[in-house]
T-cell receptor
Framework: EADIYQTPRYLVIGTGKKITLECSQT?????MYWYQQDPGMELHLIHY???????EKGDLSSESTVSRIRTEHFPLTLESARPSHTSQYLC???????????FGEGSWLTVV | DQQVKQNSPSLSVQEGRISILNCDYT??????FLWYKKYPAEGPTFLIS?????DKNEDGRFTVFLNKSAKHLSLHIVPSQPGDSAVYFC????????????FGPGTSLSVIP
């Protein structure tokens, strides 16, 4: 059972607002990821991190940014939300060298 | 261009019967394959995986078959139960970068009591 937590689970915000989606894991995993998924579509990797102070862009271009100051914490920030950012955002983690990714429960973001 | 394809968006199966979910991939560098299950409003949970050195892996009611020559894998659930109703994602990663997991679009399975 994975111990990875995301907050908020559901959020409705207005256009132009700044939002940070929080993600924490208690498994000591070095690698962390953010995926974005629209209903009925694939999960797309938007950010990942190999460890503290490491962040990389994923396969899908995103206007969001991430930071990794602590091993257990990998927040995602949208400086100015737009309706096109409405989606489900899934945080995940894995062991270094591991090939199984463990997901949090997701954050549903709606921008109006 | 999708590297991992799940051509059936949905599947309905009677309780107690076999569910077969299919997945095709295009990248011959893929070396490790996974299935995830996702309930509405939850994150995906890992179900079962298979390495390219095997052609079958079994875990309880779940069996994954891999046909490398056809670049095809399938997940069999026997017997199907109503609690199996969920979206199933096929995923693959290359040997050179196991953390670069590519997901398919998912198949929504409904198990009818």
């Amino acid at each position: 059972e994975a111990d990875i937590y995301q907050t908020p689970r559901y959020l409705v915000i207005g256009t132009g607002k700044k939002i940070t989606l929080e993600c924490s894991q208690t498994m000591g995993h070095d690698k962390m990821y953010w995926y974005q998924q629209d209903p009925g579509m694939e999960l797309h990797l938007i950010h990942y991190s190999y460890g503290v102070n490491s962040t990389e862009k994923g396969d899908l271009s995103s206007e969001s940014t991430v930071s990794r100051i602590r091993t257990e914490h990998f927040p995602l920030t949208l400086e100015s939300a737009r309706p096109s950012h409405t989606s489900q955002y899934l945080c995940a983690s894995s062991l270094q060298g591991g090939n199984t990714i463990y997901f949090g429960e997701g954050s549903w973001l709606t921008v109006v | 261009d999708q590297q991992v394809k799940q051509n059936s968006p949905s599947l309905s199966v009677q309780e107690g019967r076999i569910s077969i979910l299919n997945c095709d991939y295009t990248n011959s560098m893929f070396d490790y394959f996974l299935w995830y299950k996702k309930y509405p409003a939850e994150g995906p949970t890992f179900l079962i995986s298979i390495s390219s050195i095997k052609d079958k892996n079994e875990d309880g009611r779940f069996t994954v078959f891999l046909n490398k020559s056809a670049k095809h894998l399938s997940l069999h659930i026997v017997p199907s139960q109503p609690g199996d109703s969920a979206v199933y994602f096929c995923a693959a990663s290359p040997k050179t970068s196991y953390d670069k997991v590519i997901f398919g679009p998912g198949t929504s399975l409904s198990v009818i009591p």
